[in-house]
């Protein structure tokens, strides 16, 4: 028979994972307690939460929201887990880990797995999503796409008197 303790546990883990739009498993041995507290800090700054939890217990609150865990997510619910939550932006609190992980110079935290949405993801999909660039930067991006045809269509207009004041520039100084 499951202790109150646990079933608050599940019943807390299953809110966080119906909330969260991306969940990502990493093993966090090897980190020291202050460096454990920097990394929550950072992704919490991202916009996430880390948190490490009992992999059976995990297992229960994602199969709340998934029907069967994928085999790539079993094999990493073994072994000592940090789990991070995402919240509205399922790239930027996993891009806060691997960049704690590259200042580090350590291979800790060792991303496992992850679920984006409905779909589970294996290592490689998890490290390509960490390569994209932040949602800031995209947003940029598209404006500046957007930006463009309007910016030379004013320089186009703008070019036959832009080539008038420069003519007449050149004659008033001969």
Same mark, same amino acid.
């Given at each position: 028979m499951p202790n109150k303790k646990n079933i608050a546990e599940v019943a807390d883990l299953t809110k966080k994972v119906e909330a969260s739009s991306a969940i990502y498993l990493a093993d966090y !041995?090897? &980190? @020291?307690?202050?460096?454990?507290? *920097? =990394? #929550? @800090?950072?992704i919490t700054q991202a916009g996430g939460e880390l948190k490490i939890t009992k992999n059976r217990l995990l297992a229960l609150a994602l199969k709340s929201k998934? !029907? *069967? &865990?994928s085999p790539e997510m079993v094999q990493a619910l073994k072994g000592p887990n940090a789990t991070l939550f995402a919240g509205d932006d399922a790239i930027a609190p996993l891009k806060a880990l691997v960049e704690f992980a590259k200042e580090n110079g350590a291979k800790k935290p060792e991303i496992k797995a992850g679920i984006l949405g409905t779909e589970a993801l294996t290592l490689d999909k998890v490290k390509? %999503? !960490? @390569? &994209?660039?932040?949602?800031?930067q995209l947003i940029a991006k %598209? &404006?500046?796409t957007l930006a463009?045809?309007? #910016?030379? %269509?004013?320089?186009? =207009?703008? !070019?036959p008197t832009r080539n008038l004041v420069y003519a007449l520039n050149a004659i008033s100084k001969k």
């Amino acid at each position: 028979m499951p202790n109150k303790k646990n079933i608050a546990e599940v019943a807390d883990l299953t809110k966080k994972v119906e909330a969260s739009s991306a969940i990502y498993l990493a093993d966090y !041995a090897g &980190l @020291s307690g202050n460096d454990q507290v *920097e =990394l #929550r @800090s950072q992704i919490t700054q991202a916009g996430g939460e880390l948190k490490i939890t009992k992999n059976r217990l995990l297992a229960l609150a994602l199969k709340s929201k998934h !029907a *069967e &865990l994928s085999p790539e997510m079993v094999q990493a619910l073994k072994g000592p887990n940090a789990t991070l939550f995402a919240g509205d932006d399922a790239i930027a609190p996993l891009k806060a880990l691997v960049e704690f992980a590259k200042e580090n110079g350590a291979k800790k935290p060792e991303i496992k797995a992850g679920i984006l949405g409905t779909e589970a993801l294996t290592l490689d999909k998890v490290k390509y %999503l !960490a @390569s &994209l660039p932040g949602k800031d930067q995209l947003i940029a991006k %598209l &404006l500046g796409t957007l930006a463009n045809p309007a #910016r030379n %269509l004013v320089g186009v =207009l703008t !070019a036959p008197t832009r080539n008038l004041v420069y003519a007449l520039n050149a004659i008033s100084k001969k």
